[in-house]
T-cell receptor, first 111, second 114 residues
């Protein structure tokens, strides 16, 4: 079945550091790919998405590119802020129409 | 502010109680979802409603009973729960259940079963 593998956390960075959270997937066909973010005490928010190969999703300084050849959708940000501290989930929807989540990566950004 | 509103924010209930969780959206979305999230885990799908009809039930125990009275409302009725059912219950909606339609989540109801 479809699956998503994220890098294990937690990740701790200093403010203005570069962020990469790795995400790879296994799916039949051509899934849509998403990054969701969950701030403490809140539900999940869609951060960005990509629906076909080579698409780049971007939002709030975060970017991820749909790489079919490496089945990856790594999340990057050039300069993180304290307010980016949250849990980040990579996810996909494929043929089953269900959203399949990775395990989540907790990011802490220190001032 | 989230566009999916869940009430209550917190709920404590005994194992013999009956309670309901409520979810509302006014975005014109035709698909609505219930998820359960345990601490430090991703959300787990429980139910999906599409055009007010139950389309997916992920083998959830019958002590959880969903209801979709109309296209804007989704309820989850709880009865005879167990302590291990304590979790964050998230409601979500999407335009439709197609693979490219992202989900919009509420902030959840934090449920504690004593």
């Amino acid at each position: 079945g479809d699956s998503v593998t994220q890098m294990e956390g937690p990740v701790t960075l200093s403010e203005e550091a570069f962020l990469t959270i790795n995400c790879t997937y296994t799916a039949t066909g051509y899934p849509s790919l998403f990054w969701y973010v969950q701030y403490p005490g809140e539900g999940l928010q869609l951060l960005l998405k990509a629906t076909k190969a080579d698409d780049k999703g971007s939002n709030k300084g975060f970017e991820a590119t749909y790489r079919k050849e490496t089945t990856s959708f790594h999340l990057e940000k050039g300069s993180v802020q304290v307010s980016d501290s949250a849990v980040y989930f990579c996810a996909l929807t494929g043929g089953s129409e269900k959203l399949v989540f990775g395990k989540g990566t907790k990011l802490t950004v220190n001032p | 502010d989230t566009e999916v509103t869940q009430t209550p924010k917190h709920l404590v209930m005994g194992m013999t109680n009956k309670k309901s969780l409520k979810c509302e959206q006014h975005m014109g979305h035709r698909a609505m979802y219930w998820y359960k999230q345990k601490a430090k885990k991703p959300p787990e799908l429980m139910f999906v409603y599409s055009y007010e009809k139950l389309s997916i039930n992920e083998s959830v125990p019958s002590r959880f009973s969903p209801e979709c009275p109309n296209s804007s409302l989704l309820n989850l009725h709880l009865h005879a729960l167990q302590p291990e059912d304590s979790a964050l219950y998230l409601c979500a909606s999407s335009l439709w259940t197609g693979e490219s339609s992202p989900l919009h989540f509420g902030n959840g109801t934090r449920l504690t079963v004593t």
